[in-house]
């Protein structure tokens, strides 16, 4: 594991010599792979929103959008993502905010391993939700004629 070094560059304040506790001394260093992996975490998040956004709009439009042709209705999450979808990247600096402050803090809200898991999720939901959105961008429903002729 690595850690951040304090010793001498806080003089005055007891660190720069070797009279400090264990405790002082797992206040002061923090672990830097944890670091890394929220930013890491944060930056995948980030790239799935704006992949699937893009990926969206790209067999939308092939398939027509923003006209709607005659027997078409666009699925209201393709919509929803295709007009508001760029909304969904404040979820990761959110994320990486709370969880950045969860490390620090010893538990923001939660604790920081339940941060990632919710990171997880996060990034698993992205990809679900844009994958459907991909996969069925709209519906042709079966048209009824009252008063077809026999």
């Known amino acids: 594991m690595q850690f951040q070094t304090g010793i001498g560059i806080y003089p005055g304040f007891g660190l720069d010599n070797k009279s400090f506790s264990a405790q ?3 206040d002061i260093y923090r672990p830097v792979h944890m670091q890394r992996t929220i930013t890491i975490f944060g930056l995948i998040q980030v ?3 704006i992949s699937g956004f893009f990926g969206l709009g790209i067999i939308m439009k092939f398939d027509g959008y923003p006209d709607q042709a ?3 209705l ?4 393709a919509l929803w993502l295709r007009l508001h979808g760029l909304y969904l990247l404040l979820a990761p600096v959110v994320w990486c905010i709370a969880t950045a402050l969860s490390e620090r803090q010893r ?3 939660l604790p920081t391993n339940l941060w ?3 990171g997880i999720i996060l990034m698993a939901g992205t990809v ?3 994958l459907y959105a991909c996969a069925w961008p709209y519906t ?11």
């Open 24 to 26: 002082t001394c797992i």
């Open 47 to 49: 790239l799935l929103v």
């Open 70 to 72: 005659f027997g078409i």
């Open 74 to 77: 666009w699925t209201p999450l």
């Open 107 to 109: 538990g923001f809200i």
């Open 116 to 118: 990632l898991g919710l």
């Open 128 to 130: 679900v939700a844009f």
């Open 140 to 150: 042709r429903p079966l048209l009824f004629f009252q008063n077809a002729p026999h």
